[in-house]
Structure formats: structure tokens, C-alpha cells
């Protein structure tokens, strides 16, 4: 085969397939990607863009696969990680691989320590990550311990450990999956700031307006197979809608499900809620909150980070999160009192996290499992589980549901993002809940996934139960909520009907400073 690669391409991957027990993940994959560019790949959950850069980084080895991998001009034949790293190429996955009580230096050099004689040398180590980060544009001690950041410093201090390797090719997968706004902007300047320096970056994003602000080519991969690649620089301007067909095989004129809400008597009031920090308890995080749901109603939550909208939630549901709580929780006119998570799902409350991976699901057990979880009483006789009812009700699930496997016995940690969170809201609908508590029910999941996942929340309003979605995406909010209380400082400042709900307006009240509440 000729491996002669084109001049001005960094790196060329050529017929890449690649097989897994009973599916094909990868057939006959061609990417290229020129040097000094910022190229970006798009494709649904499950495509195949994440095991396309862990073939690409050694993570999958060669003889794993079939295909080419041309790098600088180059045959690579990665046999892990560091073999890519070698010859410059660096992967960040969407979970961070950094060890949180070690200190950012220690983090930057793991494994790369800058020793003499076997002893590692903390001045050079602290001085050297001190240059870095502010190449980064972070403002911390080199010392400063991992746990006792942000997750969008954690992002920069990946991209600083890759500098560090002399890096030629940064892929980064989902960066900007967990940043509020500001950090993601940071981000992406940063990323541009090192196409200038010469080093070029491979992004998987779902967020499709970045991309078009950010991507100078974007592939797009669907069912395993290379679709297209576009010069987002070309005569002919590329859309989000252009991205999005290629995507999907269809066009989305419609990002949310047409729905006309059937509005009953209310389900859940919380009035004058006050929640304290867990460690800080002379800090309020939730301050006087008051709201209310009803049956058929799909209410949103809308705040910056830091708001508060996560705290109120977990707070309610069982009191799993927070100190000095206090306030009233009504359940169909009724008062109820949740100390625990427990009497939550008894009362017929459901909180879907937004940490799907950590609190949400079991990732090394089965979907079967999974499902059962929330309410595995249902599905037991005197404490012992009846495993072909658990059957029977995942099977229905799997269908009802579309989640995408060939079987309720495959292990959940290897489904994509939308095929997870489908089974996060059947483990909780499962439940047979009155309201159900959505926190960011997509996040990390791709437009035609996101639909889907839409259709679902609507169908439970439908059924008469109240549902509060909790997202960072005004849009998201603007096109499923009946009406949307916004929160600042962990106030609520507003409450909006659709009718009259406006980015704008929304965005208003998220950022009233605390000593204002707007009745």
C-alpha cells in the first residue's frame, strides 16, 4: 500500500476498521487532518469518533485493527499510549485523567518527573509548571492541589501536561462538555491561541455552535463510516443545520418534538427552602427558594454555575446534599418530610443526576440491573430477586425506549452517552414516580440522541407526572419547559411563562445580584 502522505497533512488514517465481539465499531475510517489546523469530528453518540482517537492514540494497539495510521509522513504502529506521546501526539479524554491530591505540578511531570540521578528536582519541577501554566493562562500555584480547583482548571492543566510532552497533535474528546460559559470560552481561545503556535488539535464536540466558531474542518462520522469532511472556511458558509444532516442522515428542521401540554392540579410545591453549604455552613447555597410543579407540567430551572439549581435539587430529594435545611415540601396538597433518599422515592420523587457515570448508573453491571435498581422490590419476593421478571421489565425498557443494544445483559459502561442516560430514565421511571427531577438530561449527548431524550419528557408529562428540567443550554429550556424559574446566588429571581420566555430575559434574571427577587 502507498504510504506517501500528502505535504501538508499532519496526519492521514487510512481504511481504519475495527471490530469488537458481535460489532463493528470502524469501517473502513479515512481521516486527514493538515498541519496547524484545528479539525473537528462530529458524529451521534456511538458513531465511533471516541474509538477512532483511541486507535489513532494507541490506546486501541496496533494489530487491534485494520488500516494505516501515516503521522508526519510516516507509518505509526502505536503499541500504546506512550508510543504516541513519543512522537507528539496527546490525547485528553472527556474524564480527566489527573490524580486529585497530588499538586498540579506533580500532576503535569506523573510519569515524566524532572529528576536527577533518581531525585526529582521540585524547583526545576515547580518553575517549569509555573512557565506552563501561565502559557495556559492559569493563575495557580504550581503546588495548589487538583481537588481544590474547578474542572475547567482541570482542563487546563491537561492541555499544560500535553505542552509538556512537546506536543505536535492535542485531541481533545468533549472539552468543554462540563464548562459553564466563561471557562468554555477560555477554552477555546486557548485552543486557538495554539493553532497560531503551530500545534494542531483534533476536537470531538457535540456543541455545534463551537465548532462552527472554532473548527477549521469538521469530519463527520455516522454508523462507523467517514460521511464527509467540510471546509468550514469554504465559499459556501457550513450551518448547524449542514453539520447536523450529515449527522443524522436527515435534516432537523425541528431541534425539539412539537407539544401541547395537558396542565392538571399542582403536584409538588417547596416554599421558603434554605440550604447551607456542607463544609461552609455560614454559607447559603439555596436562599428562600419557593416553586411549584403540576401534573402535566415540564418546569425548568435556569442559572449560571453556582446558582444553586443542583443544590436545590438534591436537597429536596431526600436531603442528599446540604446542611441546615430548612423549608416546606407539599406532595399534592400534603406535607411531607424527606430525610432521606428512601422516603423520597416512597413519596414518589425521582432525581435523575447529572453525573450519570459516578451516581447515576453501576457501569460494570448490566443494563438488566440497572434498570431494576431504583425499585428492585418490584421485582422481589421475600428479598430475592425473581431474575426473569427483572428480564421481562428491562426488555420492555429497551424497547420502549429505543436504547440501542442487542441485548438488557450488555454492561452499561460500554454504552454511548444517549444510550446511558435512557437507561438513567428508566431506572427512575421504573420507579413510577409523581415528579420526576431532570439535571441536565443531556448533557454529553448529540443532537439526534437529545430528540429523543426530549420525546421521552414529554411523554411523561403527558402520563400526568410533573417533570423539572434542570439545564445549562437556554435553548434546551426555551423549547421543552411550560414555564422556567431562573436562579442567582441561589435565589429565584424570576419565573417566566414559554409564552414570554426570551434568552434575553432568562439571562437577566440569572445574573440579578442577590439582594434583588422579582415576585
Given at each position: 500500500m502507498d504510504t506517501t502522505a500528502t505535504p501538508d497533512n499532519i496526519l492521514e488514517m487510512r481504511d481504519i476498521t475495527k471490530r469488537f465481539p458481535g460489532v463493528l465499531a470502524l469501517s473502513h475510517v479515512n481521516l486527514s487532518?493538515?498541519?496547524?489546523?484545528?479539525?473537528?469530528?462530529?458524529?451521534?453518540?456511538?458513531?465511533?469518533?471516541?474509538?477512532?482517537?483511541?486507535?489513532?492514540?494507541?490506546?486501541?494497539?496496533?494489530?487491534?485493527?485494520?488500516?494505516?495510521?501515516?503521522?508526519?509522513?510516516?507509518?505509526?504502529?502505536?503499541?500504546?499510549?506512550?508510543?504516541?506521546?513519543?512522537?507528539?501526539?496527546?490525547?485528553?479524554?472527556?474524564?480527566?485523567a489527573l490524580?486529585?491530591?497530588?499538586?498540579?505540578?506533580?500532576?503535569?511531570?506523573?510519569?515524566?518527573?524532572r529528576a536527577a540521578r533518581g531525585v526529582i528536582d521540585w524547583n526545576r519541577t515547580n518553575a517549569e509548571a509555573a512557565k506552563l501554566l501561565a502559557r495556559v493562562g492559569l493563575n495557580e500555584l504550581p503546588d495548589?492541589?487538583?481537588?481544590?480547583?474547578g474542572v475547567g482548571k482541570q482542563q487546563l492543566v491537561e492541555i499544560a501536561k500535553a505542552l509538556s510532552k512537546e506536543v505536535k497533535l492535542l485531541i481533545l474528546d468533549e472539552p468543554t462538555a462540563a464548562l459553564n460559559d466563561e471557562d468554555s470560552a477560555h477554552l477555546l481561545g486557548l485552543i486557538s491561541g495554539l493553532r497560531d503556535h503551530g500545534i494542531t488539535s483534533i476536537i470531538i464536540s457535540h456543541k455545534l455552535n463551537e465548532i462552527e466558531a472554532i473548527a477549521d474542518t469538521t469530519t463527520i462520522i455516522r454508523d462507523g463510516q467517514t460521511i464527509e469532511s467540510l471546509d468550514m472556511h469554504g465559499t459556501e458558509k457550513v450551518s448547524e443545520e449542514r453539520i447536523i444532516r450529515g449527522m443524522v442522515g436527515r435534516s432537523l428542521d425541528q431541534r425539539?418534538?412539537?407539544?401541547?401540554?395537558?396542565?392538571?392540579?399542582?403536584?409538588?410545591?417547596?416554599?421558603?427552602?434554605?440550604?447551607?453549604?456542607?463544609l461552609d455552613q455560614a454559607r447559603k447555597v439555596v436562599d428562600n427558594a419557593s416553586l411549584n410543579v403540576r401534573r402535566g407540567e415540564i418546569v425548568g430551572l435556569a442559572?449560571?454555575?453556582?446558582?444553586?439549581?443542583?443544590?436545590?435539587?438534591?436537597?429536596?430529594?431526600?436531603?442528599?446534599?446540604?446542611?441546615?435545611?430548612?423549608?416546606?415540601?407539599?406532595?399534592d396538597g400534603q406535607e411531607i418530610h424527606l430525610h432521606s433518599v428512601g422516603q423520597a422515592i416512597d413519596a414518589g420523587l425521582a432525581y435523575a443526576t447529572e453525573d450519570r457515570k459516578h451516581y447515576g448508573l453501576n457501569l460494570i453491571t448490566t443494563i438488566r440491573e440497572n434498570i431494576s435498581g431504583a425499585a428492585i422490590e418490584k421485582v422481589s419476593r421475600?428479598?430475592?430477586?425473581?431474575?426473569?421478571?427483572?428480564?421481562?421489565?428491562?426488555?420492555?425498557?429497551?424497547?420502549?425506549?429505543?436504547?440501542?443494544?442487542?441485548?438488557?445483559?450488555?454492561?452499561?459502561?460500554?454504552?454511548?452517552?444517549?444510550?446511558?442516560?435512557?437507561?438513567?430514565?428508566?431506572?427512575?421511571?421504573?420507579?413510577?414516580?409523581?415528579?420526576?427531577?431532570?439535571?441536565?438530561?443531556?448533557?454529553?449527548?448529540?443532537?439526534?440522541?437529545?430528540?429523543?431524550?426530549?420525546?421521552?419528557?414529554?411523554?411523561?408529562?403527558?402520563?400526568?407526572?410533573?417533570?423539572?428540567?434542570?439545564?445549562?443550554?437556554?435553548?434546551?429550556?426555551?423549547?421543552?419547559?411550560?414555564?422556567?424559574?431562573?436562579?442567582?446566588?441561589?435565589?429565584?429571581?424570576?419565573?417566566?411563562?414559554?409564552?414570554?420566555?426570551?434568552?434575553?430575559?432568562?439571562?437577566?434574571?440569572?445574573?440579578?445580584?442577590?439582594?434583588?427577587?422579582?415576585?
Open positions: 487532518v493538515r498541519r496547524g489546523e484545528i479539525h473537528a469530528i462530529c458524529g451521534e453518540n456511538g458513531a465511533g469518533k471516541s474509538t477512532l482517537m483511541k486507535v489513532l492514540s494507541g490506546v486501541y494497539p496496533h494489530g487491534t485493527y485494520e488500516g494505516d495510521i501515516v503521522f508526519e509522513g510516516q507509518t505509526a504502529e502505536f503499541r500504546g499510549i506512550r508510543d504516541s506521546e513519543h512522537v507528539g501526539i496527546v490525547i485528553i479524554h472527556q474524564e480527566l490524580s486529585p491530591f497530588l499538586s498540579i505540578a506533580e500532576n503535569i511531570y506523573l510519569g515524566n518527573e495548589t492541589k487538583i481537588k481544590d480547583i425539539f418534538p412539537d407539544h401541547t401540554p395537558t396542565i392538571g392540579a399542582e403536584v409538588l410545591r417547596i416554599e421558603d427552602w434554605t440550604v447551607h453549604h456542607p442559572g449560571l454555575m453556582g446558582a444553586g439549581r443542583t443544590e436545590l435539587a438534591m436537597s429536596v430529594f431526600g436531603r442528599s446534599y446540604g446542611a441546615h435545611i430548612s423549608g416546606r415540601v407539599f406532595k421475600r428479598g430475592v430477586i425473581d431474575r426473569n421478571a427483572e428480564l421481562k421489565v428491562a426488555e420492555r425498557f429497551r424497547k420502549d425506549m429505543n436504547i440501542r443494544t442487542p441485548s438488557v445483559e450488555a454492561l452499561v459502561g460500554k454504552l454511548s452517552g444517549g444510550n446511558q442516560q435512557k437507561v438513567v430514565l428508566s431506572k427512575w421511571i421504573y420507579s413510577d414516580p409523581d415528579v420526576l427531577i431532570l439535571d441536565e438530561p443531556t448533557r454529553g449527548i448529540d443532537v439526534g440522541a437529545k430528540y429523543e431524550i426530549y420525546t421521552i419528557i414529554n411523554r411523561l408529562a403527558d402520563e400526568g407526572k410533573g417533570v423539572i428540567v434542570i439545564s445549562s443550554e437556554l435553548p434546551e429550556l426555551l423549547g421543552i419547559c411550560d414555564r422556567i424559574y431562573a436562579l442567582s446566588q441561589g435565589r429565584i429571581t424570576g419565573e417566566v411563562a414559554r409564552a414570554e420566555a426570551t434568552q434575553e430575559r432568562l439571562m437577566h434574571y440569572m445574573t440579578m445580584e442577590k439582594d434583588v427577587t422579582v415576585r
